[in-house]
Nanobody
Framework: QVQLVESGGGLVQAGGSLTLSCAVS????????IGWYRQIEGKSRDLIAR???????IYEESVRGRFAIFTDNDKNTVNLQMDKLRLEDTGFYYC?????????WGQGTKVTVSS
């Protein structure tokens, strides 16, 4: 069974940076098949970053130019570098397949951006 474990969240001031990590186990599928989602309180869980079939990153408009998704094959993780954080980036962040049959969700990691 595939396990996804998110980590790296925390409290950060607006304009700051965080790096989230998604540890993937129980599958031999490519790490490129894992993206990052964000769930802001009271809203749906939205896909914000993924890696296309051609290997290039694709971002939701609000994070484009500020976030970067990258994989670490040695550690079997999919990471999200988040820079220039804004108050509206506050929420829970999850990793999972960007399409098709999803894996079971992890517990997520909470990001709080303060002014």
């Amino acid at each position: 069974q595939v396990q996804l474990v998110e980590s790296g969240g925390g409290l950060v001031q607006a304009g700051g940076s965080l790096t989230l990590s998604c540890a993937v186990s129980g599958t031999s599928s490519s790490l490129d098949d894992i993206g990052w989602y964000r769930q802001i309180e009271g809203k749906s869980r939205d896909l914000i970053a993924r890696i296309s079939i051609l290997g290039s990153p694709i971002y939701e408009e609000s994070v484009r130019g500020r976030f970067a998704i990258f994989t670490d094959n040695d550690k079997n993780t999919v990471n999200l570098q988040m820079d220039k954080l804004r108050l509206e980036d506050t929420g829970f962040y999850y990793c999972n397949r960007p399409s098709g049959r999803l894996h079971s969700w992890g517990q997520g990691t909470k990001v709080t951006v303060s002014s």
